[in-house]
């Protein structure tokens, strides 16, 4: 059973680029949820969805970020015009509809040249 | 709101000997806790954790916790620390109803284990 897939596993980007992570959660999880890990730092809860619905955004910047979790295919985090503060790495979790523990994907590490 | 406190940044011990990591929770209701563990440039990796009932936690890699709620503490313990135990520790507290099931995680302890 394949766990939580992400990619790329690395990206560069250009000042003003568009970055856009994918992640596939485990079979049968329909809950997602992205954190960002600055070099350094703990990991900072962003976004947290289920199929086709934002349940809580609130650790989302306000502008350039957004995250959506369509019916079908990979959950997608999506940075416009991105900044040298966006570096970092995100992390993809997935977890089951009950309560469960969430499971961690390898991350994506961003960098911003 | 929920926080994690690791008060330890950097952790050294010798290999063979015993570690702690403290870790210090604030939850407004039961809260799930986790220890998770992340080698450089990895992903990370689920310890242990807790729900309920008993309060001592065993994990994979002869990790164990305690919770202690009148502390509001989960420290992680491992009684003879291997050279391979060298990496960021992860404490983490989370919810269990829908709302509030994103994770709150603490900033890492960091461990060099000396030969």
């Known amino acids: 059973n394949a766990g939580v897939m992400q990619n790329p596993r690395h990206l560069v980007r250009r000042r003003g680029q568009e970055a856009r992570l994918r992640c596939s959660p485990v079979?049968?999880?329909?809950?997602v949820y992205w954190y960002r890990q600055l070099p350094e730092e703990g990991l900072k809860f962003m976004v947290y969805?289920?199929?086709?619905?934002?349940?809580?955004e609130s650790g989302m910047p306000k502008e350039r970020f957004s995250a959506e979790f369509p019916k079908e295919g990979p959950s997608i985090l999506r940075i416009q015009q991105v900044v040298r503060g966006d570096s970092a790495a995100y992390f993809c979790?997935?977890?089951?509809?009950?309560?469960?523990?969430?499971?961690f994907g390898p991350g994506t590490r961003l960098t911003v040249l | 709101a929920q926080s994690v406190t690791q008060p330890d940044i950097h952790i050294t011990v010798s290999e063979g000997a015993s570690l702690e990591l403290r870790c210090n929770y604030s939850?407004?209701?039961?809260?799930?806790l986790f220890w998770y563990v992340q080698s450089p440039g990895q992903g990370l990796q689920l310890l242990l954790k807790?729900?309920?009932?008993?309060?001592l936690v065993q994990g994979i890699k002869g990790f164990e916790a305690e919770f202690k709620r009148s502390q509001s503490s989960f420290n992680l313990r491992k009684p003879s620390v291997h050279w391979s135990d060298a990496a960021e520790y992860f404490c983490?507290?989370?919810?269990?109803?829908?709302?509030?099931?994103?994770?709150?995680f603490g900033s890492g302890t960091r461990l060099q284990v000396q030969p």
């Open positions: 979790a997935s977890s089951p509809p009950r309560q469960g523990t969430a499971q």
């Open positions: 079979k049968g999880h329909s809950h």
């Open positions: 969805l289920q199929k086709e619905n934002i349940i809580d």
């Open positions: 939850y407004g209701a039961t809260p799930y």
């Open positions: 807790y729900f309920s009932g008993d309060t």
């Open positions: 983490a507290v989370g919810g269990t109803d829908t709302g509030r099931r994103a994770l709150t």
